[in-house]
């Protein structure tokens, strides 16, 4: 595994989480500031801006790679503990961001520059899993009557509050079938082909337009433009896997002479 390709990625999930702060203080400030009735988990009150501080500081240094164990594992349990609050705090998309980062925070983070240091494989491998594995789930998801039939795609897609709303009502209905079976096989293509060397490169670059046209068609793009990095993120990490490969290969100081060990 390429340290490089992982210190881009954590670079890209810090920047991630920093927005994505911002993005969900008013969903934590209401809640934090009242009791509440039913928890997911018994958890011990925490006054919000402690953990907004807590979070903007984790994440901050994270992103300069100050101590990722430490700073990324705090990041993970400020992610964790807002999703397990109450259900008016929990995200799909700051859910994918605390796994993806409490896998980074045993990694110990790579570097974007220098020479490459040696990865723990598995929690990389955990990441990359995440990733393909939330792209199956979504295009299995999507086997049903109300998305088969479009329905889904009329309430979701070109609304009048997406940066470019389309006008899918105007299309007839075997196209917008196809549209929406398409969506389907493309999402699940997308999970396996991340994993095929060969097919990668395209994978890449369908998986950056899935994630443009999410950001441009549909609503709250700033959430979606969260989602989007915080998967593209990880493709660094699958261009250098190597299946049984748990540590990195230096990917700037040459090839690794064979041989016996001198002395």
């Known amino acids: 595994m390429n340290a490089r390709a992982l210190g881009i990625a954590r670079v890209l999930l810090a920047a991630v989480a920093l927005l994505k702060l911002w993005l969900f203080l008013p969903d934590l ?9 039913l928890p997911i988990v018994p ?22 790679g100050v101590a990722v164990h430490v700073t990324g594992g705090l990041l993970a349990l400020c ?42 494989g598995a929690a990389v491998f955990l990441m990359l899993t995440q ?16 998305f088969l039939t479009g329905r889904v795609l009329l309430r979701q897609v070109g609304v009048d509050s997406a940066v470019l709303p389309l006008p899918l009502d105007l299309l007839p209905l075997p196209v917008l079938i196809l549209v929406a079976l398409g969506a389907m096989v493309y999402e699940t ?6 994993w095929w060397p060969r097919a990668r490169p395209y994978a890449f670059a369908a998986g950056i337009a899935l994630h443009t046209a999410f950001v441009l068609t549909m609503s709250s793009p ?8 915080a998967a593209i993120a990880v493709y660094p990490l699958f261009a ?7 540590t990195p290969v230096p990917d700037s100081a040459g090839p690794v002479p064979k041989g016996p060990a001198p002395g």
């Open 29 to 37: 400030i209401p809640v934090a500031d009242e009791p509440v009735p």
């Open 222 to 229: 700033l959430e979606l433009l969260c989602f989007g990095v």
């Open 189 to 194: 293509g997308l999970a396996l082909a991340l």
């Open 79 to 120: 992610g964790w503990y807002c999703l397990l609050l109450d259900e008016r705090t929990y995200s799909n998309h700051l859910l994918l961001l605390t796994l993806l980062v409490t896998f980074l925070a045993v990694t110990g983070g790579g570097r974007v520059f220098g020479n490459a240091e040696r990865v723990p």
């Open 131 to 146: 990733v393909s594995t939330m792209y199956l789930f979504a295009g299995l998801a999507k086997a049903n009557v109300s």
């Open 43 to 64: 958890l011990p009150a925490v006054p919000w801006p402690f953990v907004a501080s807590l979070w903007a500081v984790a994440a901050l240094l994270l992103l300069f």
């Open 240 to 246: 250098s896997w190597r299946p049984g490969a748990g």
